[in-house]
Structure formats: structure tokens, C-alpha cells
């Protein structure tokens, strides 16, 4: 890694590999790797959508830490890589693996604290604004799907009941509703 007399430039340059850490589940179903999402660019689809839809639908949240946690949901994924349900690993090895890659993140700027508070709530979804991340992240997956099966005249059902199972919001289910009719 580059080396430079700055921990936040050094934070910066760590975090900018999400740009190049591709989604696995794409790659494994086909996508070209020069067509596939990043892990950054899922990251920033999850922040527009979680903006939009609260701000339409859900004014009453904490919009601060909404952004916040969108934000960070993945995050832990630059040294954990990007774990998928196929991959042999369990969901306690996977929290562990990327709770341990947010505090190697941050603690150069000593946020590690104050990001794994934020990262564990969205891990737990104990609070309204951590379930509205949680199905907006199966939600942009779906969009995801829809833009890939167009560009690559490709089935994707698999992230499609993958995506369903994790909506509870009635909005939500109808929104999915209508993105799977668009298929």
C-alpha cells in the first residue's frame, strides 16, 4: 500500500479499493468484470436509494444516520472481501472478518469506535433506520439484476428470491413488485 504521511489520505487510498472489489455474485453468474458493479458502486446506489426513500416516504428517520449507515454497510468488506451466501464461510465468521477490517479502517483516525457502533446496529437492524438499510441493500440488488438481465440477456431469478425474502416494508414489497414486472 502507498505510504503517505497523512492517516486520513492513507484512510482515503484504503477505502478507494472498494472501487475496485467486485461483486462476486455478478462475476459468479456471468458478468463481465468490465460491466460488473463494484462494491463501491453498490454502496453508492444503496446512499441514493436510502436518501430518496426517506426523504419521500420516511422523514421522520434520523437522516444523518441513515446516510451514515449506508455508507459504512459494506465497508468492512475491503479486507473481509466480498463474502457471498455461496462462499464455505458462516455468518459468524463473516461479522468477524469484517468488524475486524472496519477497525483496521479506521483506527489510524481513531473512528473505529463510532463506525463499528454504526456498522453493528445495521448488523443487528435494531433500529428503523438500520431495517430500511437493510431492504434498500436487497433492493438496489434487484435494479442491479433488471439493468444486467437487459445489457446481458441473462436469467438472474436466483437475486430475485434472494431479494424478496428480506422485505418487510409493505412500500418496499410493492416497489419490488413492480421492478420484477419490468423483467
Known amino acids: 500500500m502507498l505510504k503517505i504521511n497523512s492517516p486520513l489520505v492513507e484512510v482515503c487510498f484504503t477505502i478507494f479499493r472498494?472501487?475496485?472489489l467486485?461483486?462476486?455474485?455478478?462475476?459468479?453468474?456471468?458478468i463481465p468484470q468490465d460491466r460488473c458493479e463494484s462494491v463501491a458502486d453498490h454502496i453508492l446506489g444503496v446512499t441514493m436509494l436510502a436518501m430518496i426513500y426517506a426523504d419521500i416516504y420516511?422523514?421522520?428517520?434520523?437522516?444523518?444516520?441513515?446516510?451514515?449507515?449506508a455508507l459504512i454497510h459494506d465497508i468492512g468488506e475491503i479486507f473481509a472481501g466480498d463474502i457471498t451466501p455461496?462462499?464455505?464461510?458462516?455468518?459468524?465468521?463473516?461479522?468477524?472478518l469484517e468488524k475486524a477490517s472496519i477497525t483496521r479502517i479506521f483506527s489510524p483516525l481513531q473512528l473505529e469506535r463510532e463506525y463499528l457502533k454504526i456498522w453493528e446496529e445495521y448488523e443487528r437492524g435494531d433500529s428503523p433506520e438500520a431495517l430500511l438499510i437493510r431492504q434498500i441493500d436487497k433492493l438496489e440488488m434487484v435494479i442491479q439484476a433488471i439493468i444486467y438481465e437487459k445489457q446481458e440477456n441473462i436469467n438472474l431469478n436466483e437475486f430475485y428470491h434472494s431479494a424478496r425474502s428480506y422485505l418487510s416494508d409493505p412500500l418496499m414489497?410493492?416497489?419490488f413488485t413492480r421492478l420484477e414486472n419490468l423483467r
Open 58 to 69: 420516511h422523514p421522520d428517520l434520523d437522516q444523518v444516520k441513515l446516510l451514515r449507515m
Open 173 to 175: 414489497i410493492d416497489i
Open 86 to 96: 455461496d462462499d464455505p464461510i458462516s455468518k459468524g465468521e463473516k461479522y468477524i
Open 18 to 20: 472498494l472501487k475496485q
Open 22 to 30: 467486485y461483486r462476486r455474485g455478478w462475476l459468479r453468474s456471468g
